[in-house]
Every structure is written in C-alpha cells, then in structure tokens.
Nanobody, 113 residues
Framework: QVQLVESGGGLVQAGGSLRLSCAASGSIFSIDFMGWYRQAPGKQRELVAIITVGGNTNYGDSVKGRFTISRDNKNTVYLQMNSLKPEDTAVYYC????????WGQGTQVTVSS
C-alpha cells in the first residue's frame, strides 16, 4: 500500500506564492508519474501538473507559466505556485501512478482577492 502525505496548503493573498509537498512511502512499484490535481467547489477535478519518472512535465493550461512541479530522488514531489489568483482556490490532491493510482487526502489552498 502507498501512502501520500501532503503539506504546504494555506491562505495567501492574490499575487502571493505557496509551495506544496507530497511525500510518498510504502510499497511503491516502478513510478510512472506523480502529480497534482485540484478541485474547486462545484467543479470537476482538474489537472494541475504531473512529472514523469524521466522528468517530463505537463501542466494544466490555467497554471502554465505560474506553477512549477519538481521531484527529488526520494519520492517527494513539489508544486511551487507563484502569482496565485483567487481562481486557484481549491483542494489540491497529490497523485502517484505506478501499477495503481493512489491519491492523497488533499490540502486546501485559498487565495484571497
């Protein structure tokens, strides 16, 4: 079983920055990719950013140029979020894909105008 522990969410003013972290542990097989998704109230969960084992990245259109995903060599993934906007307010979920898909419990990010 894989465990994902997320941290770094909180309240920030528009234009500010936050950094999210997600540490994976447990019985991890060969990782395909890790990443972040988000879900705002009344909306569907959407892609924020993913990073493959080879370091390739993919971003949602709404965060390109503002957010950066990275990963260390200890199965931790980071999401640096700059120039935050009120529309970035959501619960952010970490996800790991190996032979399965594992989701974290989510961390709230609130951006005030």
């Amino acid at each position: 079983q894989v465990q994902l522990v997320e941290s770094g969410g909180g309240l920030v003013q528009a234009g500010g920055s936050l950094r999210l972290s997600c540490a994976a542990s447990g019985s991890i097989f060969s990782i395909d990719f890790m990443g972040w998704y988000r879900q705002a109230p009344g909306k569907q969960r959407e892609l924020v950013a993913i990073i493959t084992v080879g370091g390739n990245t993919n971003y949602g259109d709404s965060v390109k140029g503002r957010f950066t995903i990275s990963r260390d060599n200890k199965n931790t993934v980071y999401l640096q979020m700059n120039s935050l906007k009120p529309e970035d307010t959501a619960v952010y979920y970490c996800m790991l894909r190996d032979m399965r898909e594992t989701w974290g419990q989510g961390t709230q990010v609130t951006v005030s105008s």
